[in-house]
């Protein structure tokens, strides 16, 4: 049996008419960048997350960096986040020549662990980046408490986690910025690279609406420096149409979360060797909108490689923690820094979750893995 990591081919065969209509529409009327379509998409995606304005962005990326161009963050200024998540988000900071500061992650969630943040804040700390990591919010309650107490702006790294939320409110609802991907392989897949901002400021959407078309705010007339960041329609019409379908999408992927869990307990592999995601009931006021569902387990790079050979995907998402990367080298971190971040980094393994799994492919991918601690 071959069960992939991600099977984006399934996604489209059950809409493609609608898809193929939507870009034929764009085709049709050559207005490819700007125009309705976008507006459309970006005033969908914000109600989506019940913040007051969307700004389409280029990418994930080019949202995160766009955010902290629109609060003037450059050299001097700090931005805690962790060293847990995709380059993306450190990335963005270092490139204005901001500082990003790292604090490591509570190893339940694999996301910022609220109570070591306060202790990071310097005088220079202009902002906090908490990643909504593998589908499942931050703890935001206590983050933006922080950031009040500190006057600091809050910008949401949601790239993983479009309809996650915490306490009833959704990603990107949370922050000054929610920050969005439609990367392929993310919960809301445009057929490309794409992005979005949600705010609930109107200063800051228009400084964004400016900063993603080269600071123009009127033909040739430049008030400041930013980018070509802009969503193109295209784009913007492929999430449209499939965005009506994201929360049969995300129900999907919870419902193959908690097959698995079934699984893992009838094959006796919970707590020892495999320990299992927390994904909370809704009760909770908490939705992991399960972006990767990914285990814990010794051995891990063995088992990686045992899948793999048994044709079922998986992937080690982050097996190195940005503060260790060479390119960051310059902030001074080493190993033993962050302990839990790189503990995750070792340990964990994202095994196929996508919406359209089947209940045959999941059983097929547990009992590889029973196999393999057996053997
Ligand atoms: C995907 C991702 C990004 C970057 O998004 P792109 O659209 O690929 O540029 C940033 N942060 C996190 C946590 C991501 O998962």
């Not at 964004?208 to 193109?232: A, E, Q, V, W």
């Not at 972006?291 to 990686?304: A, E, G, T």
């Not at 839990?340 to 009992?367: G, Q, R, W």
Request: hydrophobic letters at 40%; one cysteine or more; a negative charge.
């Amino acid at each position: 049996m071959h069960v992939p990591l991600l099977d984006l081919q399934a996604q489209y065969q059950s809409i493609r008419t609608e898809i193929d209509a939507a870009v034929s529409d764009v085709f049709a009327s050559q207005a490819f960048i700007g125009g309705p379509t976008v507006e459309a998409c970006e005033a969908a995606v914000a109600a989506y997350c019940g913040c007051t304005y969307g700004i389409g962005m280029s990418s994930g990326t080019d949202a995160l960096l766009a955010a902290l161009m629109a609060e003037g963050m450059g050299p001097g200024d700090e931005v805690i986040t962790t060293p847990y998540t995709f380059f993306a988000t450190a990335g963005s900071i270092h490139r204005l020549g901001a500082t990003p500061v790292f604090v490591d992650i509570d190893p339940a969630t694999f996301t910022i662990d609220p109570a070591r943040i306060e202790p990071a804040v310097t005088e220079r700390t202009r902002a906090i980046m908490p990643v909504h990591l593998y589908g499942r919010t931050a703890e935001m309650e206590p983050i933006a408490a922080i950031a009040a107490r500190h006057g600091l702006s809050t910008i949401e790294d949601a790239c993983q986690a479009i309809g996650a939320e915490d306490g009833g409110r959704r990603a990107g609802a949370m922050g000054d910025y929610g920050c969005f991907s439609f990367y392929p392989s993310k919960n809301l897949p445009a057929a490309g690279d794409a992005g979005m901002i949600t705010t609930a400021d109107p200063d800051r959407a228009h400084r964004l609406r400016i900063l993603r078309n080269h600071g123009m705010n009127s033909k040739y007339t430049h008030s400041m420096i930013g980018g070509n960041f802009r969503l193109d329609a295209l784009q913007a019409a492929v999430i449209q149409v499939k965005l009506p379908h994201l929360d049969a999408w995300t129900e999907a992927r919870q419902d193959n979360a908690a097959r698995y869990a079934q699984l893992f307990e009838e094959h006796g592999l919970v707590s020892d060797p495999v320990v299992l995601p927390r994904i909370d009931a809704a009760d909770d006021g908490e939705r992991h909108v399960v972006n990767q569902y990914v285990i814990r387990v010794p051995r891990r790079d063995d088992l990686r490689d045992h899948l793999r050979a048994h044709d079922v995907g998986c992937e080690v998402y982050y097996s190195i923690p940005l503060h260790l990367q060479e390119c960051f080298r310059d902030l001074g971190y080493r190993k033993g820094d962050f302990p839990a971040s790189e503990e995750a980094a070792h340990e964990t393994l994202a095994i196929p979750i996508y919406p359209e799994l089947s209940n045959d492919a999941a059983a097929y991918v547990v009992a590889t893995i029973a196999a393999f601690y057996r053997g």
